[in-house]
């Protein structure tokens, strides 16, 4: 995109593509103050601004800004003086790119350089730790049998077993999350495995409150690994239904769409959703809104996803709930959906 200014601070051209991010017309805005054309968009305005006070050797900036259609946009913009054959300032250039994929993959790739780092160095800690939860379970054992052959009951020592057991638990569930994953890919319906994702699910007593809505799946064969992307639904599921308890409103929507060649599975709740200063964490390590969550279900399906090459998304509005997206290839060789079918969610 390219916006270029006279020196009294006037547009004089704005091209389609500038006008496509910025979501604004190109007849409405030539001959106007830039001011006045980016009033919404104050620093671009400051770039501007800055080449229009003196000559600037072409410095990179990149900004945040809200397109017609309400999503954010990444810009890469880069403004410079511009000047006339005797180098004399006659106004200023900007030159807008659209950067945002980019900016994604990058923070997606940096999330992932962390997180091989964490497991290469957590995983010998992980061990250590569960050598020597099991050697403190077996002595706390050993003298809760010691004291009831003496009659003895102390439910301190109970209460120390159970705490161990959590804490082996919580070990686990990280080398688990640690240790390359290897895919074993093959051909699976999708509503066979959302079948039995939500099957699964709903055979835990804790989930005898929670209500599937599931909709119309399509009747698709991907090629996936069928227990890591069955983990990563079940996660998502309990996901959902923790934030659906905070309100009450213990209803989960299911549904599937199909665009190329690209199948994502949308698991929407009605719960307390998330603030916008968490959404960057909610795929980290460690990273829980819950006093008693272990922050690693989330980063679990992330891995999982991006081992199938496919991407997770996320939208969430504070008081009305969230929907994740979970979207995965389709292959080439794959027959086109037919008829959709409705996938029921026995208790």
Same mark, same amino acid.
């Given at each position: 995109g390219l916006i270029t200014v006279n020196r009294a601070g006037i547009v004089k051209a704005i091209n389609s593509a500038a006008c496509r991010m910025l979501g604004i017309d190109e007849t409405d805005e030539v001959d106007r103050p830039f001011r006045d054309v980016l009033a919404l968009q104050p620093q671009l305005a400051g770039i501007i601004d800055e080449a229009l006070g #003196?000559? *600037?050797? #072409?410095? %990179?900036w990149e900004v945040t800004v809200a397109s017609a259609n309400g999503s954010r /946009?990444? /810009?890469?913009?880069?403004?410079?003086?511009?000047?006339d054959r005797n180098d004399t300032p006659i106004g200023a250039a900007l030159i807008l790119h659209d950067i945002t994929e980019v900016t994604q993959l990058r923070a997606e790739l940096e999330i992932r350089n962390r997180l091989a780092a964490l497991g290469e160095m957590s995983g010998g800690l992980a061990h250590q730790l569960r050598n020597s939860l099991g050697a403190i379970s077996g002595y706390l054992? *050993? +003298?809760?049998?010691?004291l009831g052959k003496r009659g003895v009951e102390e439910p301190a020592v109970t209460d120390l077993i159970g705490e161990t057991a959590q804490a082996d638990l919580l070990v686990r569930r990280f080398l688990e999350f640690a240790r390359p994953l290897q895919l074993d890919p093959q051909p699976v319906l999708l509503g066979q +495995? *959302?079948?039995?994702?939500?099957?699964?699910?709903?055979?835990?007593?804790?989930?005898?409150?929670?209500?599937l809505a599931v909709g119309e799946i399509p009747d698709l064969t991907l090629r996936i690994d069928p227990l890591l992307l069955k983990q990563a639904l079940i996660? +998502?599921?309990e996901n959902a239904a923790h934030?659906?308890?905070?309100? #009450?409103?213990?209803?989960?929507e299911i549904g599937c769409d199909v665009t190329g060649h690209q199948a994502t599975i949308k698991i929407r709740d009605h719960g307390c959703g998330i603030p916008p200063e968490n959404m960057q964490k909610i795929f980290t390590p460690f %990273?829980?809104?819950?006093?008693?969550?272990t922050g690693l279900g989330l980063p679990l399906v992330s891995k999982i996803v991006n081992l199938h090459q496919g991407r997770i998304e996320v939208e969430s509005t504070v008081g009305e709930g969230s929907t994740f997206s +979970?979207? *995965?290839p389709i292959p080439a060789s794959a027959p086109a959906p037919e008829a959709a079918l409705t996938l029921s969610t026995p208790r």
């Open positions: #003196g000559p *600037l050797s #072409g410095e %990179y /946009l990444v /810009l890469g913009a880069t403004a410079s003086a511009v000047t054992t *050993l +003298l809760k049998r010691r +495995l *959302l079948r039995e994702a939500v099957t699964t699910f709903l055979m835990r007593p804790e989930h005898q409150h929670i209500e996660n +998502l599921i934030a659906a308890t905070t309100t #009450g409103n213990t209803v989960i %990273y829980s809104s819950r006093p008693a969550g +979970l979207s *995965l």
